[in-house]
């Protein structure tokens, strides 16, 4: 059975490249644009793996991030931040998120990340 991997990212072009290099490499994927369609299919779904952005237009990454290690149900859901930002260590700081990785990303390394956590 194929991995589920959940995308939370607002900006459509790297949403689609995400969804499409994950798809390619065997996963099972959904995104999300906003918070409120993530949250809504988070309660009724848990998938392997989250990958959020931190900053959203209708909310914010970390807050979501701790929301989930926060739920007993989603806690052990590896989660991948992604910023645009280099204040990566503040991130950190912020939330218990497994994994962080900047904007602009390496499609490799982020494909990497992804296969360590589900494999």
């Known amino acids: 059975?194929?991995?589920?991997?959940?995308?939370?990212?607002?900006?459509?072009?790297?949403?689609?490249?995400?969804?499409?290099?994950?798809?390619?490499?065997?996963?099972?994927?959904?995104?999300?644009?906003?918070?409120?369609?993530?949250?809504?299919k988070m309660r009724s779904s848990h998938p392997d793996m989250v990958i959020l952005d931190v900053m959203l237009t209708d909310g914010n990454g970390i807050e979501v991030c701790d929301e989930l290690k926060a739920n007993?149900?989603?806690?052990?859901?590896?989660?991948?931040?992604m910023s645009a930002h280099s204040y990566v260590h503040e991130?950190?700081?912020?939330c218990d998120a497994e994994d962080f990785i900047s904007k602009p990303f390496d499609i490799d390394d982020l494909v990497k990340r992804v296969d360590h956590y589900l494999h």
């Open 1 to 40: 059975m194929k991995k589920c991997v959940y995308i939370l990212e607002d900006n459509d072009d790297i949403r689609e490249l995400i969804s499409f290099l994950l798809t390619e490499e065997n996963y099972d994927v959904k995104a999300y644009p906003t918070v409120k369609s993530f949250q809504s």
């Open 72 to 81: 007993k149900r989603t806690n052990d859901i590896p989660i991948l931040m």
């Open 91 to 94: 991130i950190k700081q912020k």
